[in-house]
């Protein structure tokens, strides 16, 4: 069965960081890219970064460039989104997603995600 798992998610003040977490199972990680989508209330999915699980080759969205770092632990399967210097409007739940393969120009379409977690709500408080 496949499954990808979040965790990490919480509360926290503008300026503080968190790292999410999303373990996967159930296929063969190396052979995906893993991406982070988030998603507040009344807004549509919004890509965050993606990352390729073999070669560690990342991507990032303007709007968290700079802030957020996106890496994963293959002898874990799992990957990771350590999100520095936030702020309000990153508030939303953060889902991660695999897609097979190495990700190129779609990898901001949540459509070309084979696989999603159940979502970890991220709160920053101003």
């Known amino acids: 069965e496949v499954q990808l798992v979040e965790s990490g998610g919480g509360l926290v003040q503008t300026g503080g960081s968190l790292r999410l977490s999303c373990v996967a199972s159930?296929?063969?990680?190396?052979?995906?890219?893993i991406g982070w989508f988030r998603q507040a209330p009344g807004k549509k999915r919004e890509e965050v970064a993606c990352?390729?699980?073999?070669?560690?080759?990342?991507v990032y969205a303007d709007s968290v460039k700079g802030r957020f770092t996106i890496f994963v632990d293959n002898a874990k399967n799992t990957a990771y989104l350590q999100m520095n210097s936030l702020k309000p409007d990153d508030t939303a739940v953060y889902y991660c997603?695999?897609?097979?393969?190495?990700?190129?120009?779609?990898?901001?379409?949540?459509?070309?995600?084979?696989?999603w977690g159940q979502g970890t709500q991220v709160t920053v408080s101003s």
């Open positions: 997603a695999a897609g097979l393969g190495t990700f190129g120009s779609s990898w901001y379409q949540w459509t070309w995600y084979d696989y």
């Open positions: 159930g296929f063969n990680f190396d052979d995906y890219a």
């Open positions: 990352i390729s699980a073999w070669d560690g080759r990342a």
